[in-house]
Nanobody, 121 residues
Framework: QVQLVESGGGLVQAGGSLRLSCAAS????????MGWFRQAPGKEREFVGA???????YYADSVRGRFTISRDNAKNTGYLQMNSLKPEDTAVYYC???????????????WGQGTQVTVSS
């Protein structure tokens, strides 16, 4: 099975940048698609973006143009680069892995522990 460990969260000023990492172990990372989700206090977990096994990406409207998803198969690691951060981006961010990319939580088999991102005004 796949285990995912997230890192890179923290406190940042509005307009700043942050990069989250998601290190995978277990079955081959290159065989998995990776999705990113976030959950703010009192809200449902929402889709942020995903990268297919082919390397193509897609994003939620709220982050398109500001966030970039990438992967380094040699390091078994996926990345979420976040630029032009806004206070409304504050949430716990989760990475997830599955055979196929999806916008739905239930389509992913494995999840990271989550990492807090806080954007101050």
């Amino acid at each position: 099975q796949v285990q995912l460990v997230e890192s890179g969260g923290g406190l940042v000023q509005a307009g700043g940048s942050l990069r989250l990492s998601c290190a995978a172990s277990g079955r081959t990372f290159s065989s998995s698609a990776m999705g990113w989700f976030r959950q703010a206090p009192g809200k449902e977990r929402e889709f942020v973006g995903a990268i297919r096994w082919s390397g193509s990406t897609y994003y939620a409207d709220s982050v398109r143009g500001r966030f970039t998803i990438s992967r380094d198969n040699a390091k078994n690691t996926g990345y979420l680069q976040m630029n032009s951060l806004k206070p409304e981006d504050t949430a716990v961010y989760y990475c997830a892995a599955g055979q196929w990319s999806s916008t739905k939580r239930g389509d992913y088999d494995y999840w990271g522990q989550g990492t807090q991102v806080t954007v101050s005004s």
